[in-house]
């Protein structure tokens, strides 16, 4: 048994070593495009030179800097740092199987942990997750579906129509478009689907949907 472990947390290792240079590859692309676009805009910019011709000021505010790049690179690093985080998480969670295991905490894509309270602190209080538990954290981690109304309500601003949202709404962006989920928008064979997608995403391989992976 214990070889066993030691071949999944190896081959766990392996997987976030080449996503992570995976990304890291991807960002220096990108940077390399950006900085290459930006000295040919510069370069396409620029006059010959013509003696007693006076040559205008350009603006170049819409240019990459080298603040531009520093943020850049410091926001794909941040995200590097956390998909490793959650990769190590998972590997542990998957390795647990006891119910009274303790669960490491899994990030949302903002990088944070859910609050203690909708944690689930075991592998057994896991398993034991009510249909508004299961909604709730799935919602934390943008795992649900859009629900109609809040499909209709984008459409609707898409639109030009804000006839439905407040001030505050309004002065607040996009992301009040959305609609809380509640337990009567869902049947049981959703929420265990629900559960399912939770399960994969920390890491463990308890499920509810009949020949699940």
Known sequence: MSED???KVAFLESLVKRQSELLSQTGQQVLAL?????KGQIEDLQPPAIPGVVVPNI????????????????????????????SIRRGVNILKS???????PMLNNDGVEPPKELWPATLGVFKTFDKNHILELSAF??????????????QAFMEGDLSG???QELANGLENL?????AEDYNEEEVDTFFDDLARYI????RRTPAAW
């Open 5 to 7: 472990l030691a071949t």
């Open 34 to 38: 950006t900085v290459k676009q930006t």
């Open 59 to 86: 603006d170049t505010s819409d240019f990459v800097v080298n603040d531009d790049i520093v943020q850049l690179v410091s926001e794909l690093q941040g995200q590097l740092d956390n998909l490793e985080t959650r």
């Open 98 to 104: 006891d119910d009274d295991a303790v669960l490491a």
């Open 141 to 154: 981690y943008d795992l649900l579906p859009p629900l109609k109304a809040e499909q209709d309500r984008m």
């Open 165 to 167: 949202l407040s001030e």
């Open 178 to 182: 959305n609609v809380e989920p509640s």
């Open 203 to 206: 890491g463990v391989t308890a």
